[in-house]
């Protein structure tokens, strides 16, 4: 059987041959997408290219309020409309799917949002060139078959989408599944390949069995430790583990096998080091609402290993975002949430390291009524914002502690 | 021991608005039986290092209830 797609979590087994079909029978399109079922998020993605139109990704669990901050709306059946007939698919089989796909797609873009350094998260827009980019399409690639260990609405989800989606290779939910059911999924599909944060390996660790299907290991994000890097090797005996640095707004950008990450010929002079902050060239990036200069800061504070060629390792992130089990948590965007909560005087959120998810965010309180507590905090923020923003420790004080600048201090 | 261990993942768990649990028992699973998801493990392991000063997770995960005792009994 040919499997696009296998998702225990959502009853999903999905042939290339019954994609196909739902796609020549698909009638209505809407830009908006927001499902918890990935099946319905690559179907989607794949008709936006077909039909050459904008597609919106939208994380299932948005609220209310996240959604109409965003977009304005939360009810998006109004933007429903048909397909035209000239623009129909009709698709013959899986071929014609593939090669419509790598030529298609002058008016295509696909838009997320991202944590925005203000607080408001941004949407970032990439068209088809800046998400292929990455991708190696290969007769040796043909036969991978994909472990799925991301959020689907997000960069790094897509860029393993297209990856599997553009060589034609199967894809295997494990994102979001049980240890055992993880492994399960790895043994009996043979899984060749996973790419996923290093919170999600670091759940799957230790593990007394081991797993020869998979070939190639790639962790974003955080930084992987040494003690996770020798458990992945004893349960994955077979794979080769990469790093890489990638970011919503620009996607993939270097990949090394240790912590010492080297930049390819061809993008040497779209990377530029000032005051050891890597900077990348807008050339490269995405394009988004507030105008970029020509280099972008990303915020990163990088140690320089060699010139040339170009070498270096990522010492620490200047910006204030805070990396939780492979989420970015703006720290002001969760303060205006909570105050926006009565009997709420001041607040600061601040990250914690942890041992399961890389850091988590707590936060102090000065509250102005005892009718307030930590789980009546917690669940009034259940409907203002997403469940990994929430802050997990609580703490009530007199006063914020500040920084001798008067600055809120994070950390 | 076990009696504080259920009270600290009942704090866990009315904090997410999920329903308390009566009693633990070493063999019950945490993720499985319990319900907890990776955040919720998170939170965990900062409550019990809070108590105990031993981080639960610091040599990889560990699954069940049981598991935590003996962590905590051992050190």
């Known amino acids: 059987m040919n499997i696009f797609l296998k998702d225990i979590d959502n009853d999903r087994l999905v042939t290339w041959d019954f994609l196909i079909d739902d796609i020549n029978n ?107 980019r990455f991708v190696k ?39 979001g599944l049980d240890t055992k059911d993880i492994y399960t999924e790895i043994k009996n599909n043979g899984i060749t390949h996973i790419s996923a944060t290093p919170t999600f390996y670091r759940l799957l660790l230790p593990y007394n069995e081991t797993f020869p299907s998979v070939e190639r290991i790639t962790s974003g994000g955080e930084k992987f430790n040494e003690k996770t890097f020798k458990q992945l090797n004893q349960v994955f005996p077979n794979a080769k583990v990469t790093n890489v640095y990638a970011s919503t707004e620009a996607g993939t950008l270097f990949a090394s096998q240790n912590d010492i990450f080297s930049v390819r010929p061809e993008y040497e ?131 914020l502690s500040t920084t001798r600048t008067g600055k809120l201090k994070r950390n | 021991m076990q009696e504080k261990i259920l009270e600290i993942m009942n704090t866990v768990l009315e904090n997410r608005t999920k329903e308390k649990l009566t009693s633990v028992t070493p063999e019950m699973h945490l993720r499985n039986d319990i319900g907890f998801d990776s955040l919720d493990l998170a939170e965990l392991t900062v409550r019990i290092e809070a108590e105990y000063d031993i981080d639960i997770f610091e040599d990889g995960i560990v699954n069940t209830v049981g598991e935590i005792l003996e962590k905590l009994e051992t050190k």
């Open chain 1, 137 to 175: 399409v290969s007769e040796r690639n043909e036969k991978s078959i994909w472990g799925f260990a991301y959020n689907p609405t997000h960069m790094a989800g897509i860029q393993v989408f297209f990856q599997a989606l553009l060589n034609g290779n199967s894809i295997i939910r494990l994102f």
């Open chain 1, 269 to 399: 002079s779209l990377i530029n080091i000032e005051n050891n902050e890597l900077l990348i060239h807008s050339s490269l990036m995405g394009s988004t609402e507030t105008n970029i200069d020509e280099w972008y800061n990303t915020g990163d504070v990088i140690e320089i290993v060699s010139k040339k060629p170009l070498k270096f390792r990522f010492v620490n992130r200047k910006s204030e975002m805070i990396n939780v089990g492979g989420y970015k948590v703006n720290p002001l965007e969760v303060e205006e949430a909570i105050l926006t909560l009565t009997g709420i005087n001041n607040v600061r959120v601040y990250s914690k390291s942890n041992s399961v998810l890389g850091n988590i965010i707590c936060c102090e309180v000065v509250a102005n009524s005892n009718q307030i507590t930590e789980s009546s905090i917690r669940a009034l923020l259940q409907s203002k914002i997403q469940e990994f923003k929430i802050p997990r420790i609580i703490r009530f004080v007199d006063e």
């Open chain 1, 26 to 132: 698909t009638s209505i399109y809407n830009p908006y997408c927001k499902s918890a079922d990935y099946y319905n998020v690559f179907k989607q993605i794949i008709l936006s290219l077909l039909i050459d139109e904008e597609i919106i990704l939208l994380d299932s669990d948005f609220t209310e309020s996240e959604l109409i901050n965003l977009t304005g709306c939360s009810d998006y059946t109004e933007f429903n409309k048909h397909i035209e007939k000239s623009k129909a698919p009709n698709l013959s089989d899986k071929r014609e799917l593939l090669e419509k796909l790598s030529n298609s797609s002058k008016n295509w873009k696909i838009t997320m949002f991202t944590s925005g350094t203000t607080g408001i998260p941004k949407k970032v827009s990439h068209n088809f060139k800046s998400i292929a």
